[in-house]
């Protein structure tokens, strides 16, 4: 009888949109390479800032990092409105997308949301009401944002606390506020590149909240990573 010929598994292609260098994927890049090795990611990194955007079903996934720019009406930069675009068609695609701090914002700004300016920054170890801890714990988390969103509309408000929401979920897509996959050197590179003076936050505080918070907030952000990424292979 004539063979069965194993299948070959599929390996699913993630977009990762990230806007400049000093805000990179963290420990998020490290779950990314460890799926890559494993064979169960092809993970294609592009630089909005400097390069077009691709079809919006390129990836069967998609992250979205942080950026200092602002996703507030049409945009602090000329990229910001079209990748909300991009963003929107990708969703209208059934295209899972994950968005962080900005990449939260963009996100809920595709969807019909809206994102505003904070009377002041939130910087500093935030902790949570959630509403589902297994999908969002309650931290702390590190938050470092200027702006807030107004949910999109039958989306499902996760996490919240009194710099608001934190935390949405739109059928496939999950937007976070705050930065799960940030290490205490890449928040010293953004300490560094704040050049505001005084600052609307004590960089003291914020960096001691690593030794206190950081181990915790970094098993947490693995279990928020895997849980939206779902299972290898």
């Known amino acids: 009888m004539p063979r069965t010929l194993p299948c070959a598994l599929h390996v699913p292609d993630l977009l990762l949109l990230q806007h400049q260098d000093d805000v990179p994927p963290g420990l998020l890049g490290g779950v ?7 064979g169960g990611a092809r993970v294609r990194t592009v630089r909005v800032d400097a390069e077009p955007l691709p079809s919006p079903t390129a990836g ?20 910001v ?12 695609a059934g295209v ?21 300016r904070l009377d002041r920054p939130q910087v500093d170890w935030v902790t949570l009401a959630s509403a589902d ?10 938050a470092f944002h200027e702006d807030a969103v107004t949910p999109p509309p039958r989306a499902r408000v996760l996490a919240q606390d ?13 937007g976070v506020q705050f930065h799960p996959e940030a290490t205490a050197e890449i ?13 609307p ?22 279990r928020l990573f895997s849980r939206w990424l779902g299972p290898v292979g």
């Open 32 to 38: 990314l390479a460890a799926r890559e090795a494993a």
């Open 60 to 79: 069967e996934r998609i992250v979205v990092l942080g950026s200092y720019a602002s996703a507030v009406g049409k945009g602090s930069q000329p990229w």
């Open 81 to 92: 409105a079209d990748e909300v675009l991009f963003l929107r068609r990708a969703a209208l």
């Open 96 to 116: 899972p997308i994950l968005g962080i701090c900005f990449g939260h914002q963009a996100l809920a700004a595709a969807l019909g949301g809206a994102v505003h």
């Open 133 to 142: 801890p297994q999908a969002v714990p309650p931290g702390p988390w590190l």
């Open 162 to 174: 009194a710099g608001g929401v934190q935390a949405f979920a739109a059928g496939p897509h999950l």
């Open 187 to 199: 928040l010293d590179g953004w300490i560094a590149a704040d050049r505001r003076d005084p600052r």
């Open 201 to 222: 936050y004590d960089p003291d505080r914020v960096r001691a909240g690593f030794a206190t918070h950081g181990p915790a907030a970094a098993r947490a952000a693995l």
